[in-house]
């Protein structure tokens, strides 16, 4: 009686794991998005550098978006299938990350397609800066999100440097807003090279979007 009741107790265990998160494999997840923000990012700035790059910087942030596509599919296909969230997170925060970290590449093939398709015969000064600060943005989400297993409440250094970029990213936006109105004749050009600033401050904004979300399951997790 006892092996039958053991042996009952053991075949539960197992559907029960199967149910149970790998909560390192969402941590794991997170980690390749925030990877892919890195890379669309780099394509962004070195075509900042080197403008010939155009036609090869459309190629390679057309394949890192799909590849986040691909990680943010992976992430919610298993959310989907797990009967209980990690311990960090519930099911909305899960979603609310993986939405910020698939916005940022997204964002930047936007800006980088907009380049492409807009015929902008060069980038401008604010363009560059926009991009450098993004770049530096998304490495530290990044690190960020390689702290996230091992993060404590009042662990707060990633947010707020992310967001000190962010509010220099909306200073920068300002001013080649300004500049654009006063110096650029062409209405074209204007709606143009409008639309790209603002693209790159989105992908900045869910960089800090992102940030604050951890920052929030930290310390709701205390």
């Given at each position: 009686m006892a092996d039958s009741h053991n042996g009952v107790l053991h075949r539960l265990q197992r559907v029960m794991r199967a149910f149970l998160p790998e909560e390192q494999d969402f941590f794991v997840l997170f980690a390749s998005a925030a990877d892919k923000a890195v890379e669309a990012a780099e394509c962004l700035h070195k075509l900042m550098e080197d403008y010939r790059r155009l036609p090869l910087a459309v190629e390679q942030i057309d394949d890192i978006e799909n590849e986040g596509d691909e990680i943010v599919h992976e992430t919610i296909q298993k959310l989907n299938r797990t009967f209980v969230t990690p311990a960090l997170f519930d099911r909305e925060d899960i979603y609310r990350l993986a939405e910020c970290l698939d916005d940022i590449p997204d964002m930047i093939k936007g800006t980088i397609d907009r380049f492409n398709s807009f015929k902008i015969r060069e980038p401008d000064e604010h363009t560059r800066e926009m991009a450098e600060l993004l770049l530096e943005a998304t490495k530290l989400l990044n690190s960020n999100i390689s702290a996230l297993p091992r993060m404590q409440p009042g662990d707060t250094q990633y947010c707020r440097q992310i967001n000190t970029l962010e509010n220099q990213g909306d200073a920068a936006l300002k001013k080649a807003l300004?500049?654009?109105?006063?110096?650029?004749?062409?209405?074209?050009?204007?709606?143009?090279?409008?639309?790209?600033?603002?693209?790159?401050?989105?992908?900045?904004?869910?960089?800090?979007?992102?940030a604050n979300l951890i920052e929030a399951v930290v310390t709701k997790n205390a």
């Open positions: 300004a500049d654009l109105f006063d110096h650029e004749p062409d209405a074209r050009e204007i709606i143009k090279r409008k639309e790209i600033y603002e693209f790159i401050e989105e992908a900045m904004d869910r960089c800090e979007d992102a």
